[in-house]
């Protein structure tokens, strides 16, 4: 089955200044080496793919919605 002819699952984009997206990856990397997934008693393997998903990220240009680039 083709990607084409399954369903796709929903999911959430945010949009991140570089700055904002280098905190992000601090602050996801800190609570990764901390083990805060297993203290939560969040899914392990959920958590393990959030970091991925983030650390895989692309470059693109951002909305007039992203929050701290543009002066209103």
Known sequence: MTIK???L???WN???SKDQYE???EVLMEAYANDVAEQKDWDVQTFDNL???VCNST???????CKGM???
């Open 70 to 72: 543009y002066a209103k």
């Open 14 to 16: 945010i949009e991140v």
């Open 5 to 7: 002819n399954s369903k």
């Open 9 to 11: 699952e929903k999911g």
């Open 23 to 25: 905190y992000l990856c």
């Open 51 to 53: 970091v991925d998903n």
């Open 59 to 65: 470059e693109t240009y951002l909305s007039r919605n």
